[in-house]
């Protein structure tokens, strides 16, 4: 018999906490334990819909046998001069090129891709999003993380950003509104944030898939808005804001200084020329959905509010935890209160024990000496007081250690 297949050594590392902990969830609910989910931040699961005019267009697309064919490899022409408009009523300066993916998370896996050598580093934010990670241990990179302040509202530290960059650096990333914390950046961080970049000859990923999920009349501002002297790769898709995340379409602007990113626009081509293209059909999403109206947009919030104000307020109301409010998304960081806990062994026993699925803080990771987990604010509201019952139950058996 032959020997077991050797993985590549590349994969070792790599983790996707949010998608990890469904495996501890399948242990509980094949033990008979009914399972409440705030793990995964998919709208869809929930009371929460797709626009029709998002589907219509995929429907009309679906019958012209073209548009069934492949489309270039950057994106359809209308799907590109859209997503461009989109840049431009949020103000980003120096468009340079646009391209069009699986989701937002192909575009951002490609555009690293392109840049990062094996042994560079990129700062993440931390917490940040866990795909960053992942993608720089495949790509056998360094990730770099920088603190997120929870004394602050989970603002990035400017001053921990600055003190982390070194000769390997190539990237800083930014996620506003933040997954996991909510947070929405203020204009100061912003200009610390670019300046940093300006200094090191750094580019900027600016994440910004949840641009219009923001609360209390809040507004976001694009980091590529703010200067034209820095390159950025602004990205986006229909996964969050337009409730479609199975659609699987999403997109990068890159602007700045042209003949700093003329080399790098090159080589992410190549990367999308090597595997074809984005979905053709859903493409035709695009330009409904970014032309199209937003009147969506305010029962969407409406919900998502009054389920923030619940989360923070029970969540708060339960010893030995806090949670700061998110402004943004559709997540909250609550932090437990105990000093040494093993967050990842505390979700576990909170699944099996009550059911209520949460993804542990340090998959997205948090300061040393710290414990938090990740909750999903996407569910109605009997379902989510349910859920903060169990788990202020759960604390109170556990004696919060």
Known sequence: MRDPIRPAARTADITYAVRDIVVEAEKARAAGRELLYLNIGDPNKFDFSTPPHVIEAIERALHDAPLCGYAPSDGHPA????????????????????????????????????????GENVLTPSPGYPLYTAVLAKLEAEEN??????????????????????????????????????????????????????????????????????????????????????????????????????????????SGPEAVLRDYVGAIHKLTRARLCASSPVQCAVPAALDGTFDFLDGVLGKLERRRDLTVSMLNAIPGISCVAPRGAFYAFPRIEVDGLDDQAWVKELIHETGVVVVHGSGFGQRPGTAHFRIVFLPPEDVLERAYRAIGDFVARRGHG
């Open 79 to 118: 799907a590109l001069d859209a997503i461009r408009r989109w840049a431009e009523r949020k103000g980003i300066q120096g468009v340079r090129d646009v391209f069009i993916g699986h989701g937002a998370s192909e575009p951002i896996e490609l555009a690293l891709t392109a840049l990062v050598n094996r």
């Open 145 to 254: 993380p920088y603190f997120l302040d929870e004394a602050n509202g989970w603002q990035p530290d400017i001053d921990d950003i600055a003190a982390r960059v070194n000769d390997r650096t190539r990237a800083i990333v930014l996620i506003d509104p933040n997954n996991p914390t909510g947070a929405v950046c203020s204009r100061e961080v912003l200009d610390g944030i670019l300046e940093i970049a300006a200094r090191h000859d750094l580019v900027v990923f600016a994440d910004e898939i949840y641009d219009r999920l923001v609360f209390d009349g809040a507004e976001t501002t694009s980091i590529g808005s703010l200067r034209d002297d820095v390159p950025v790769l602004t990205f986006g898709g229909l996964a969050k804001v337009f409730i479609g995340p199975g659609l699987r379409i999403g997109w990068a602007v890159t």
